[in-house]
């Protein structure tokens, strides 16, 4: 299976220069969230399979304008044609906002999602908007990643951890890909394709 992911920043590649020949061969498109929801909608329109997201931390917008034919995954298990997609958006809490959340409050939304994880027994992908605590995350506080996510990345050992918020344009510190465990760790910033 060939999956498109995107963060962050809409890809002009995509958007500004489409062409449906550069959908060709992808059976699934995730988000990991701050991206226009026009965006999302217009992907969807012109791509056969699902399209899958998180909210980002600047994603409030999506209340009121939610990304039309696509399927909001956070705070879900979702499974996709034999792959569990476990879907949690936000950031860490600097400010006001519906998608940011304290280090207590993301535990908290973890925990209900355990009866799940026992049911479907773990998940393939962490689909997030954040990354994990002390892996590829910011010193700062809006881009400091969440412990809960290393407890899951250590206890559930999923094929794929992928996650947007720190842009690669940050500078040399920022990752695309690495590996923790068993686990590849992929920063979805704009656009990248894995193959399950």
């Not at 209900?112 to 997030?128: E, N, S």
Request: aromatic share 14%; charged share 20%; hydrophobic share 35%.
């Amino acid at each position: 299976m060939k999956i498109l992911v995107l963060a962050d920043q809409e890809s002009l590649y995509l958007w500004d220069y489409f062409d449906k020949s550069k959908l060709q061969g992808i059976d699934l498109i995730l988000s990991c969230g701050d991206l226009h929801p026009h965006y999302l909608s217009f992907l969807a329109t012109f791509f056969q399979g699902p399209v899958l997201y998180v909210r980002g931390n600047h994603d409030d917008c999506y209340e009121n304008t939610p990304p039309d034919g696509c399927t909001c995954i956070d705070g879900k298990l979702y499974e996709y044609e034999g792959i569990r997609i476990l879907g949690l958006g936000g950031s860490m809490r600097y400010k006001k906002g519906l998608n940011q959340y304290t280090q207590r409050e993301m535990n908290l939304r973890i925990g209900k999602l355990f009866p799940q994880i026992w049911w479907k027994k773990g998940f393939d992908i962490l689909l997030t908007h954040s990354p994990a605590w002390q892996l590829n995350d910011g010193k700062d506080l809006p881009h400091t990643g969440f412990k809960g996510f290393r407890y899951l990345l250590d206890n559930y050992a999923p094929r794929y951890f992928i996650h947007g918020h720190v842009h690669l344009s940050y500078g040399p510190g920022a990752k695309r890909t690495c590996i923790y465990g068993d686990t590849t760790v992929i920063n979805a910033f704009e656009r990248y394709i894995i193959e399950l």
